[in-house]
């Protein structure tokens, strides 16, 4: 009888220690949020009129009115009505349709800083339902945010600022619902922590336009090359070059919005020509560089 409790106590105190890695993980992960926003707008939608959801971006979108039938490439409920937000991560990209008269707050956005690695800890999509009744504060927010798609936009000075700041700040209470809500893996998103995985991370976010080669990036994590690139596509789900590449299209999208040239982020990030950078941002956003920065120059908040 001793030794089952004894047991029982050691499977509770070993949960307990779980719940508190988890917790303090998803702490780290709310804390490091920090986003760039591409496009945020309260759209208007007639019956059967859709929106395309931006691929690459981490897009939150908003039910004001109405209900909305989503058609995403990653698994995500049929419906999202009044009060229902959804989140998408970038690796799912769509259709969002109305049934009926809708509106709707649509934000895509960019993870920057040292939140730029963390795209792969969130979901490929997924709803809070109730929303607004979870986190009234924040839902308080949404009627008010974004650009009327029908209006002008009128700028003071900060409002990026506040916008950027609001607009994180829904993320983190989106992301935190659908934690509490147990809708994530289990162990999320402590079961992703890999101090030697950061360290390599950490590198590739500093300087993307190093020549990194797998063996490199093996040697600084401390691993063999085969160790290495097995931990890396267990926890972030894709190659360490394929990760190597979509860094550098989120440093590429950051530098051209600022009004850098093709040729200057090129020779940024590494690429021995312009033609190569082009067909491998091609590759990953679907569009040329300078198409790109033509459209995304002015970020309207």
Known sequence: MTAVRDRMDRTG?????TRTVAEDALERVL???EVRIRRQRRMRLADGEFLVLDPGAVTYAYVLSGEVRTRLTAAAPPTVAAGDILLTSGRA???????GRVTVLLAELDLVGDAAHLSPLLPDAAVVYGFADQEPAVAAMLPYMGVDAEGELITRSGDLAVC????ATVLTSAIRAWAAGGCAPDGWPAA??????DRVVAAIHADPGREWTVDALAALGAMSRSVFAERFRARFGRSP???????RMRAAQE???????VSTVSRELGYASDEGFSRAFRRSVGTTPSAWRSSHQS???
């Open 13 to 17: 105190q070993t949960q307990e220690r």
């Open 31 to 33: 804390t490091a949020l």
């Open 93 to 99: 990209h769509g259709t969002l349709t109305a049934d």
């Open 164 to 167: 950027r700041m609001m607009a």
């Open 192 to 197: 992703a922590g890999d101090p030697f995985l």
């Open 241 to 247: 070059a394929g990760y190597v590449t979509s860094v």
């Open 255 to 261: 530098l051209l919005s600022r009004g850098l040239g």
């Open 299 to 301: 970020v309207s908040a």
